[in-house]
């Protein structure tokens, strides 16, 4: 469902598009060669009358060198949603980026209206304009990191701790972490404080969502948009495992919101308590099962875009 528009917070690039783009590719990408991989990219990007430098990235201490804000150069990162979600928790300000999708998901660039295939992203980077959107604070035991898509707790989270994989895309991996989760699934009781004001939630599943997608292609807060401001919690009470399967579909469906036994509402922040019943995922991350403070920090990241819309 499209998202409300904010013109005001989407502005034209002054001037000419940037004459120079760094491409930083991430090797680890499960795309990363789909569709002639970053020569291609970088070919479209000259045409487009950009002087291009290709940065072949392995490791996030090689992206830190280049995440830094300089006047007339735009970093366009090459890969899936795990690029970015490892972008935006380097020290120091954020630059403006372009996304071109790499990966299996590309939730972050669906939600954003950026072409998936590499001409049309790039065409984007060059000629869109950039606009603020929100990412999440989150602080735990293990430290602080900062989401982009949201967070899991419940039966997805136990299934991507048990994920072990190079990147998101492994089928095998992931249907035998799903597999293993299942078996030792029960639903949990969660506490969460929002303005010093506990309640318990049962839930088999929660989502606290920067954007409607997370995950493989589950439009699980079909109506959050990140540029509001707010996080959209959704919880889903699951009697047993026996109803994960039918969950599971509905959630790629994007129907679950009118079925028994779901709740959404919004909220700027709250903490999460598991009581050590789940893990706290945000994005990818293990956050540990230990309480976790979530905040909204609106407008922290500006990305290159050719409309100001969520699809």
Same mark, same amino acid.
């Given at each position: 469902?499209?998202?409300?528009?904010?013109?005001?917070?989407?502005?034209?690039?002054?001037?000419?598009?940037?004459?120079?783009?760094?491409?930083?590719?991430?090797?680890?990408?499960?795309?990363?060669?789909?569709?002639?991989?970053?020569? $291609?990219?970088?070919?479209?990007?000259?045409?487009?009358?950009?002087?291009?430098?290709?940065?072949? =990235?392995?490791?996030?201490?090689?992206?830190?060198?280049?995440?830094?804000?300089?006047?007339?150069?735009?970093?366009?990162?090459?890969?899936?949603?795990? =690029?970015?979600?490892?972008?935006?928790?380097?020290?120091?300000?954020?630059?403006?980026?372009?996304?071109?999708?790499?990966?299996?998901?590309?939730?972050?660039?669906?939600?954003?209206?950026?072409?998936?295939?590499?001409?049309?992203?790039?065409?984007?980077?060059?000629?869109?304009?950039?606009?603020?959107?929100?990412?999440?604070?989150? $602080?735990?035991?293990?430290?602080?990191?900062?989401?982009?898509?949201?967070?899991?707790?419940?039966?997805?989270?136990?299934?991507?701790?048990?994920?072990?994989?190079?990147?998101?895309?492994? +089928?095998?991996?992931?249907?035998?972490?799903?597999?293993?989760?299942?078996?030792?699934?029960?639903?949990?009781?969660?506490?969460?404080?929002?303005?010093?004001?506990?309640?318990?939630?049962?839930?088999?599943?929660?989502?606290?969502?920067?954007?409607?997608?997370?995950?493989?292609?589950?439009?699980?807060?079909?109506?959050?948009?990140?540029?509001?401001?707010?996080?959209?919690?959704?919880?889903?009470?699951?009697?047993?495992?026996?109803?994960?399967?039918?969950?599971?579909?509905?959630?790629? $469906?994007? =129907?679950?919101?009118?079925?028994?036994?779901?709740?959404?509402?919004?909220?700027?922040?709250?903490?999460?308590?598991? $009581?050590?019943?789940?893990?706290?995922?945000?994005?990818?991350?293990?956050?540990?099962?230990?309480?976790?403070?979530?905040?909204?920090?609106?407008?922290?990241?500006?990305? +290159?875009?050719?409309?100001?819309?969520?699809?």
């Amino acid at each position: 469902m499209p998202a409300q528009q904010h013109p005001d917070e989407t502005t034209t690039r002054p001037g000419a598009p940037p004459a120079e783009v760094v491409l930083v590719a991430n090797a680890n990408a499960s795309g990363i060669r789909r569709d002639g991989g970053p020569e $291609r990219v970088a070919a479209e990007l000259t045409a487009l009358g950009a002087r291009v430098e290709v940065v072949l =990235t392995h490791s996030v201490d090689e992206m830190a060198r280049l995440w830094r804000p300089e006047p007339g150069r735009l970093l366009a990162l090459l890969g899936g949603d795990g =690029t970015l979600h490892s972008a935006v928790n380097l020290p120091g300000p954020a630059p403006e980026v372009a996304l071109i999708p790499a990966g299996g998901a590309n939730n972050v660039a669906r939600c954003l209206g950026i072409p998936t295939d590499p001409a049309g992203a790039a065409r984007v980077a060059m000629t869109g304009a950039p606009t603020a959107i929100d990412l999440i604070e989150c $602080r735990s035991a293990a430290g602080r990191v900062i989401a982009v898509e949201g967070l899991s707790v419940g039966f997805l989270a136990l299934a991507r701790a048990r994920y072990h994989a190079s990147n998101s895309s492994d +089928v095998p991996a992931a249907i035998a972490a799903g597999a293993a989760a299942l078996v030792h699934f029960h639903p949990l009781d969660v506490r969460l404080v929002e303005h010093g004001d506990p309640r318990v939630v049962h839930i088999g599943q929660l989502f606290v969502a920067n954007m409607p997608c997370y995950g493989t292609h589950l439009r699980v807060a079909p109506h959050a948009d990140p540029r509001d401001g707010l996080l959209d919690v959704v919880a889903l009470d699951i009697p047993g495992r026996r109803a994960i399967p039918a969950m599971l579909v509905r959630l790629r $469906r994007g =129907t679950h919101l009118a079925h028994r036994g779901v709740r959404e509402w919004r909220a700027a922040g709250m903490r999460i308590e598991t $009581r050590g019943r789940s893990p706290v995922r945000a994005d990818a991350e293990d956050l540990g099962s230990g309480p976790v403070d979530v905040r909204v920090l609106p407008g922290a990241l500006r990305v +290159v875009v050719s409309a100001p819309r969520c699809a």
